[in-house]
């Protein structure tokens, strides 16, 4: 069985899910906050505006398609279990998927945050945890082998 691996899948949906509800900047000094505090599920508003109005910035690009695969594999990978531990090729695409949209989201977070004021709240740093977390299960899948049976010789 592959229950570390759910285990850890189950964590970074979790995580994933704390990402919406947490606040994502947080700022050095109280008086610069805005009024309204932006929660996680506000990106989604700013990707929908994004693919109404595409601008070709390499950075919005790189976050946009990476947020969307990592919600893609976090959301999926702990029902497609079955699949990934039995074919090379669905796990291998699933691994690099997950790199690369954790090497995209997390290079901007740690690399590309460029403002002064304020730096990556909690929501930011759960969506972080995540990634980590997805490409961490992917990691940790045992393949079945042929001769391999489900049945316990206890």
Same mark, same amino acid.
């Given at each position: 069985?592959? #229950?570390?691996?759910?285990?850890?899948?189950?964590?970074?949906?979790?995580?994933?899910?704390?990402?919406?509800?947490?606040?994502?900047?947080?700022?050095?000094?109280?008086?610069?906050?805005?009024?309204?505090?932006?929660? !996680?599920?506000?990106?989604? =508003?700013?990707?929908? +505006?994004?693919?109404?109005? *595409?601008? &070709?910035?390499?950075?919005?690009?790189?976050?946009?398609?990476? &947020?969307?695969?990592?919600?893609?594999?976090?959301?999926?990978? *702990? +029902?497609?279990?079955?699949?990934?531990?039995?074919?090379?090729?669905?796990?291998?695409?699933?691994?690099?998927?997950?790199?690369?949209?954790?090497?995209? =989201? !997390?290079?901007?977070?740690?690399?590309?945050?460029?403002?002064?004021?304020?730096? *990556?709240?909690?929501?930011?740093?759960?969506?972080?945890?995540? &990634?980590?977390?997805? +490409?961490?299960? &992917? #990691?940790? =899948?045992?393949?079945?082998?042929?001769?391999?049976?489900?049945?316990?010789?206890?």
């Amino acid at each position: 069985m592959n #229950l570390v691996a759910t285990a850890i899948l189950i964590t970074a949906a979790i995580a994933f899910v704390a990402f919406h509800l947490l606040k994502m900047v947080t700022y050095a000094n109280p008086l610069h906050e805005p009024s309204q505090v932006e929660r !996680g599920w506000t990106v989604w =508003i700013g990707i929908l +505006f994004y693919l109404k109005h *595409p601008d &070709l910035d390499s950075e919005s690009m790189i976050i946009v398609s990476a &947020l969307l695969a990592a919600t893609v594999m976090i959301l999926s990978a *702990p +029902f497609l279990l079955p699949i990934l531990s039995r074919s090379r090729v669905s796990w291998w695409v699933a691994a690099m998927c997950s790199g690369v949209a954790l090497a995209g =989201i !997390g290079f901007f977070l740690t690399f590309g945050w460029d403002n002064e004021s304020s730096r *990556p709240g909690p929501g930011l740093l759960c969506l972080l945890a995540a &990634l980590i977390l997805n +490409f961490t299960g &992917l #990691l940790f =899948i045992r393949r079945k082998t042929q001769g391999e049976t489900s049945v316990d010789p206890v």
